[in-house]
């Protein structure tokens, strides 16, 4: 079997697919996105491709250790990206050629299905609160929500208490037994981060993501002992030789990895064994498309340490296609109880509707990060 052919796919709201094609047939499926970047993730996956063509997909271990070290300058976040994709389709192909799913490759699930919690949004506490009742009714276990917004070095008092009123609400309106997960979003930095992750403390987070920046991470050793809620962090590390420092600093409760931006399941699979060495959670980011999702899947299957998983179904950023929309059968994500199971059909478990991808591409996306500014005309991390 050899690779013939990748092509991309830019397609709403905001994501970026590639399908890799061989002489026999066969065909895998990838999510090679870095958000805001599509165009620029599409260009490295044509220059990775150049090596591809004419090889075996099956060598996939081969394959990711040629894409990842034989360009001299390597890592990063459209680099990762773009080799994730890829690694992702490797996989669906080589499952395909089997008829199994990529779970069985890795050496078999050791559970069915994955706690899942959704996001909510909204920028007032009665919208948040409403969010988040719509989805406990939905049937989810737990939900996220963002900090805060834009917020200065140091800011005022009054910024945090619409933060907490905003929690607040939301665990009024859901009560004690549903998990939130309250992202900082690296919006804060560490004087606030400070006052925030103590404040919060009554409201028992599942989680606090990004209390900082990844680069900042060593402002952990100061903000991991104000609170008893786990910190969660690394969304924006993208190899096993990013989370290494993390991990072995010791501060940080969970890990997520995302499987479209850390280098694929090849490297997630990797990344997760390390942090189970550490006592360390996994929660895979996925904030993205249905390919994204099935992948993270895979990988949940497989890894001890996964207690949840991030998926999209309905949040603010898919207002023109959401997550099933691009699958023949959508069915495949059975969300039941605040789990999801895990796909049990060949390669990655899901059949993409070509014919769609292919008239949204006809549209494609210019998706960007807004671009926030303080009250004095400084740039705000979003």
Same mark, same amino acid.
């Given at each position: 079997m050899k690779i013939t052919k990748l092509t991309t796919f830019v397609v709403p709201p905001r994501w970026l697919f590639v399908?890799?094609?061989?002489d026999e047939g066969i065909?895998?499926?990838?999510?090679?996105?870095?958000?805001?970047?599509a165009h620029t993730v599409a260009a490295a996956v044509e220059e990775l491709a150049d090596y591809l063509i004419g090889k075996d997909p099956r060598h996939v271990q081969d394959h990711w250790t040629v894409l990842y070290r034989g360009g001299f300058y390597r890592g990063g976040a459209v680099h990762m990206s773009?080799?994730?994709? *890829?690694?992702?389709?490797?996989?669906? *192909?080589?499952?395909? $050629?089997?008829?199994?799913p990529v779970h069985e490759l890795l050496g078999g699930p050791l559970r069915e299905r994955i706690r899942v919690y959704s996001w909510i949004g909204g920028d007032r506490p009665a919208d948040?609160?409403?969010?988040?009742?719509?989805?406990? $009714?939905?049937?989810?276990? $737990?939900?996220?929500?963002?900090?805060?917004d834009e917020?200065?070095?140091?800011?005022?008092?009054?910024?945090? %208490?619409r933060v907490l009123e905003n929690v607040a609400a939301v665990r009024d309106a859901v009560g004690p037994e549903i998990g939130i997960g309250v992202d900082f979003h690296g919006r804060v930095h560490k004087p606030m981060?400070?006052?925030?992750?103590?404040?919060?403390?009554?409201?028992?987070?599942?989680?606090?993501?990004?209390?900082?920046? %990844?680069?900042?991470?060593?402002?952990?050793?100061?903000?991991?002992?104000?609170?008893?809620?786990?910190?969660?962090?690394?969304?924006?590390?993208?190899?096993?030789?990013?989370?290494?420092?993390i991990l072995s600093e010791g501060y940080v409760d969970i890990i997520q990895p995302d499987v479209s931006h850390a280098g694929g399941i090849t490297e997630v699979v990797k990344i997760a064994a390390m942090a189970e060495a550490y006592d360390v959670a996994l929660a895979l980011h996925c904030p993205l498309g249905p390919i994204a999702l099935a992948a993270c899947l895979q990988v949940d299957?497989?890894?001890?340490?996964?207690?949840?998983q991030e998926q999209s179904l309905g949040i603010h950023y898919n207002e023109r296609n959401d997550l099933l929309d691009y699958l023949s059968d959508p069915s495949v994500? $059975?969300?039941?109880?605040?789990?999801?199971?895990?796909?049990?059909?060949?390669?990655?478990? *899901?059949? *993409?509707?070509?014919?769609?991808?292919r008239e949204q591409a006809a549209i494609g996306h210019r998706w960007r990060n807004p671009v926030w500014r303080h009250r004095d005309g400084s740039f705000a991390e979003w």
């Open positions: 399908k890799v094609e061989t065909s895998g499926w990838g999510e090679p996105i870095v958000e805001g970047r773009a080799l994730a994709g *890829i690694d992702q389709a490797l996989w669906d *192909i080589k499952g395909r $050629a089997l008829g199994v948040t609160a409403a969010g988040a009742r719509a989805a406990v $009714a939905r049937g989810f276990t $737990a939900i996220k929500m963002n900090g805060s917020m200065q070095f140091v800011d005022s008092h009054a910024k945090v %208490s981060a400070k006052i925030l992750i103590k404040e919060l403390e009554p409201f028992k987070p599942m989680f606090i993501e990004e209390p900082v920046l %990844s680069e900042h991470y060593e402002a952990l050793k100061e903000l991991a002992p104000l609170s008893s809620a786990p910190i969660a962090l690394g969304e924006r590390l993208y190899s096993r030789w990013d989370f290494k420092r299957a497989v890894a001890y340490n996964a207690f949840i994500f $059975a969300y039941r109880e605040g789990f999801v199971q895990i796909p049990q059909g060949p390669g990655l478990g *899901i059949e *993409i509707n070509e014919a769609y991808v």
